[in-house]
């Protein structure tokens, strides 16, 4: 169940970029132990607006709030200690350290001991089904393993919220099954999120609400199958003739 009140806000985000409006004037709520997805072509703005919200750009108008706290302004190193934390579309492990090393950082973040985090480490790789290439280094991962190490190491901040961007990118259809099952699983952990996706088949099975972007601005917001099977929305995947003449 969700409160009435959402745990993170996002309203009236714009940003340009030179002449180019990726956001415009976009508001979106995300409320308590739901997944919310976000779609829309490549250039929409879904990953404007979640580096604003994630505290790694300055947007030129809108706020932030999450769970109360303004989020305007501060870093994303702070905005983690907050609650909120962004993993990657590319996944980024430190490639020189273990699985284990790379949890740890995000425990460390935290400013519990050494021990305390090896142990923490071992616990979130463990809930991601790779407690067996603990020892292993980062660098020999194969793509499935990069994105649960991602998760791992984020849930290692202790989060409310996790924002998601493309976890399911270059993941074969099993990978996705078991993917889809991993965030089923964080979500029942008590960790709300938000996701970027562009496999329409797999965010269907695993959102609440899904919103559209389209050249910066929201163009609908519902239950899954309402949000995919608006013409606006179909329009812009299929190649809206206004883009073209943008």
Excluded: W
Excluded at 4 to 11: T, V
Excluded at 23 to 52: C, H, M, R, Y
Excluded at 207 to 234: C, F, Q
């Amino acid at each position: 169940m969700t409160s009435m009140e959402p745990l993170l806000s996002a309203q009236g985000m714009s940003k340009a970029f030179g002449g180019l409006k990726a956001l415009q004037n976009v508001s979106v709520d995300l409320f308590e132990g739901e997944i919310l997805g976000i779609i829309g072509p490549n250039g929409a703005g879904k990953s404007t607006l979640f580096a604003a919200i994630a505290g790694q750009i300055i947007p030129d108008r809108g706020e932030v709030t999450l769970d109360g706290h303004h989020l305007n302004g501060l870093s994303p190193a702070h905005i983690v200690q907050l609650g909120m934390v962004k993993t990657f579309q590319t996944s980024r492990p430190f490639e020189s350290m273990t699985f284990l090393e790379n949890v740890m950082v995000g425990s460390l973040s935290r400013g519990i001991s050494l021990d305390d985090a090896c142990q923490d480490a071992e616990s979130h790789l463990e809930n991601v089904g790779l407690a067996q290439s603990a020892y292993d280094q980062a660098s020999g991962a194969s793509t499935g393993q990069r994105k649960r190490l991602e998760i791992a190491r984020a849930l290692a901040t202790k989060p409310r919220v996790l924002l998601l961007d493309e976890p399911f990118g270059g993941v074969d259809a099993i990978g996705i099954d078991s993917l889809i099952e991993l965030l089923q699983k964080i979500r029942a952990l008590g960790v709300t999120q938000f996701v970027i996706e562009h496999n329409l088949e797999a965010i269907h099975r695993l959102v609440d609400r899904l919103i559209a972007m389209n050249l910066g601005e929201k163009t609908a917001e519902g239950i899954p199958e309402e949000v995919t099977s608006d013409p606006k929305v179909i329009q812009a995947y299929l190649g809206d003739e206004n883009r073209l003449h943008a």
